[in-house]
């Protein structure tokens, strides 16, 4: 057996994942020879501050300048972990114009800029992989790919954000607001500092755009997602949605109707029979069909220093193996149709709407009008919790177009005897 050739790679960032990154590559490597014909070595670490103290990590190999491992002949392989749009867009794309493949977990970039670096990728022959950027240690996008490739995936749906994941269990099985359970995710750790993106599903979002592009074959963009959060959701309606024995997850949804792709993150209530229902605190699960498969789902940890490492790690071998076998960019975009994207405005879906109301009698007939004039059919109704003159209205809709439902609320809204819209959610049909 001849020398065993190294593959050097560069990390972008050493953080949390960067960090994960680098001590599994370091734990994989006799076993490197066996599984890729190669070893894999990071040779340089960009970060913004190398004077800071990183454990375990060799400070010799940090940098703060990128012209050190863009023109470095050597470097193969670019690992991105920093995260956020710029720079990592543009040493991206510098990286692939110089011929280097990239491993990445940068879900923002890819969900705003994905077709501009898989070009670039295909131009150059690399490998441009993101299996980290959904559902962290869930192995989801090269299962859309390659496993799953035969088929005509017509739904994509699941829990895809395990900060909000963990937070909604907490307040489903500890009967917290959502305030406290915030707070308590933040002390975790599962939280970020500033949890916007987590809370108001734009996280969820992003990732809902990557995998509808690839499980449709049709480019989705953030963009095109419509998001909706949990910050509105409270303990009462956890209660509410118990008693109809059901729970509240924020779901992404991505389908491939007739008439164009639907692609939303929301909270929603679902049964406690789904399996989704028992997927509980931070882990994800991605539930897929399609026409061969039929029902495919996929569960794991969605985020963390090990998990996620371990999709970018998967990603590192994989780019690795090609190298070896000469068959780089042999994977890039899919791309290929032009699917028209549907406005939320014209997808339909089931609604529990809970409303206080003057106790009196007309009222309910005067509710279910204003839906019967907008083509809005209702499917249930449950009056409880009489507070002194009002009373609490639940409603379920029958599966209605969003436009529709929509213009009920417009007039219900302007009907004095409806004091309060207390919650407005979509329910699993
Ligand atoms: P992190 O802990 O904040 O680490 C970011 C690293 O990037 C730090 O080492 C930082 O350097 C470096 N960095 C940031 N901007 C830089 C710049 N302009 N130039 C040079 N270095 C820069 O982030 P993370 O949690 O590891 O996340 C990394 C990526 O993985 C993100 O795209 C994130 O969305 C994705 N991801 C994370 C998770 C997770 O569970 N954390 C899960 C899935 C995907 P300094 O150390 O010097 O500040
Ligand atoms: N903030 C994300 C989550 C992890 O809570 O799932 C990174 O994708």
Redesign the pocket.
């Known amino acids: 057996m001849g020398e065993i050739p190294v593959i050097k790679a560069a990390l972008?960032?050493?953080?949390?994942?960067?960090?994960?990154v680098y001590e599994i590559l370091k734990r994989q490597w006799e076993e490197m020879p066996k599984k890729l014909g190669a070893f894999v070595e990071i040779k340089k670490i960009?970060?913004?501050?190398?004077g800071?103290k990183?454990e375990g990590m060799d400070s010799a190999q940090f940098t703060?300048e990128?012209k050190e491992i863009l023109e470095d002949p050597e470097i193969q392989i670019v690992i991105?972990?920093?995260?956020?749009i710029e720079?990592?867009r543009t040493y991206l794309l510098e990286a692939l114009q110089a011929g280097k493949h990239v491993v990445?977990?940068?879900?923002?970039?890819l969900a705003d800029y994905g077709r501009e670096l898989l070009d670039m990728a295909a131009e150059h022959s690399c490998d441009l992989m993101f299996e980290?950027?959904v559902a962290?240690g869930i192995p989801i996008i090269r299962p859309l790919k390659q496993c799953l490739a035969a088929n005509y995936i017509t739904e994509v749906m699941g829990i895809v954000n395990?900060t909000t994941n963990y937070i909604l269990t907490r307040m489903t099985l500890d009967k917290m607001e959502f305030s406290d359970a915030l707070a308590l995710a933040l002390e975790l750790g599962y939280a970020e500092a500033d949890p916007t993106a987590d809370v108001e599903g734009y996280d969820a979002g992003r990732k809902v755009a990557i995998m509808a592009s690839i499980a449709f074959n049709s480019r989705v963009t953030f963009g095109d997602v419509f998001t909706e959060g949990i910050t509105k959701i409270t303990a009462a309606d956890i209660a509410y949605a118990d008693e109809l024995n059901m729970v509240i997850k924020l779901l992404g949804v991505a389908r491939n109707a007739e008439d164009g792709i639907e692609a939303g993150v929301y909270p929603m209530l679902i049964p406690k029979y789904h399996p989704l229902a028992s997927v509980q605190d931070a882990f994800n699960a991605v539930f897929v069909h399609g026409d061969a498969v039929d029902d495919a789902m996929f569960l794991g940890r969605?985020?963390?220093?090990y998990?996620?490492a371990s999709a970018v790690a998967g990603d590192i071998f994989e780019a690795v193996r090609n190298i070896q076998a000469g068959s780089t960019g042999r994977l890039g975009c899919t791309c290929y149709k032009n699917l028209r994207v549907k406005p939320a405005d014209e997808t339909s879906h089931c609604y529990f709407l809970r409303l206080q109301v003057e106790d009196r009698p007309g009222v309910l007939a005067g509710i279910a009008s204003v839906f019967g004039n907008n083509n809005v059919s209702i499917a249930q109704v449950i009056q409880k919790n009489k507070r002194g003159e009002l009373a609490e209205l639940a409603v379920i809709t029958e599966r209605v177009l969003e436009r529709h439902f929509k213009d009920s609320l417009l007039v219900l809204g302007e009907m004095s005897m409806i004091k309060e819209v207390s919650t407005i959610l979509r329910v699993y049909a």
């Open positions: 972008l960032g050493a953080g949390t994942v960067g960090g994960g960009l970060v913004r501050d190398k800071k990183r703060e990128w991105e972990l920093m995260g956020g720079p990592a990445t977990a940068n879900k923002d970039l980290a950027a962290g395990g969605g985020a963390g220093r998990p996620t």
